[in-house]
């Protein structure tokens, strides 16, 4: 294990980092793309190069459908391609919002915790904003106040 730790050294620290893993991995993008674009011209040349190849005896189709198989592995390995760039994408993507998800846990724990709290203690609260104590019959003063003429001198509970 000893000798494996000098070359993951480097990788946990990016592992650690979301925005060292999302450079890191549009760094292999890069250059995966640019494999992608090699091995585009080499499938437009290998097309070229197998479908103009004849043998004597052939008729007009039977080098194209020699080349078929070869055109489809290298449709196959660009496709396979394409979509792992679009998984490093996506992994980037996905590692940043774990650490969104980290933060966004611990404050909703914390939220979560002073709200037991409250539920637990609602004495504490209740003196501090009690809109019935100050004579004032709140945001609506249709409810809690006085229900017809003969109530104007009561106060309302």
Do not use: F
Not at 40 to 68: F, M, N, P
Not at 71 to 90: I, M, P, R
Not at 104 to 131: D, F, H, M, Y
């Amino acid at each position: 294990m000893n000798s494996n730790e000098p070359s993951t050294a480097p990788l946990r620290d990016v592992a650690q980092n979301a925005e060292a893993t999302a450079r890191y991995l549009a760094d292999m993008q890069r250059v995966l793309l640019d494999m992608g674009a090699n091995l585009e011209i080499l499938q437009r040349e290998t097309r070229v190069h197998c479908r103009s190849t004849s043998v004597e005896g052939d008729r007009w189709y039977h080098a194209k459908l020699r080349a078929l198989p070869v055109e489809k592995a290298l449709k196959d390995v660009l496709k396979s391609l394409n979509s792992l760039t679009d998984g490093l994408e996506k992994s980037a993507y996905k590692r940043r919002s774990h650490d969104e998800a980290v933060v966004n846990t611990g404050k909703a724990r914390k939220e979560k915790a002073l709200e037991k709290v409250r539920k637990n203690n609602p004495q504490q609260i209740q003196p501090a904003s009690n809109p019935g104590e100050s004579g004032d019959s709140g945001q609506n003063p249709g409810y809690g106040g006085p229900a017809s003429i003969y109530d104007l001198g009561k106060r309302s509970a």
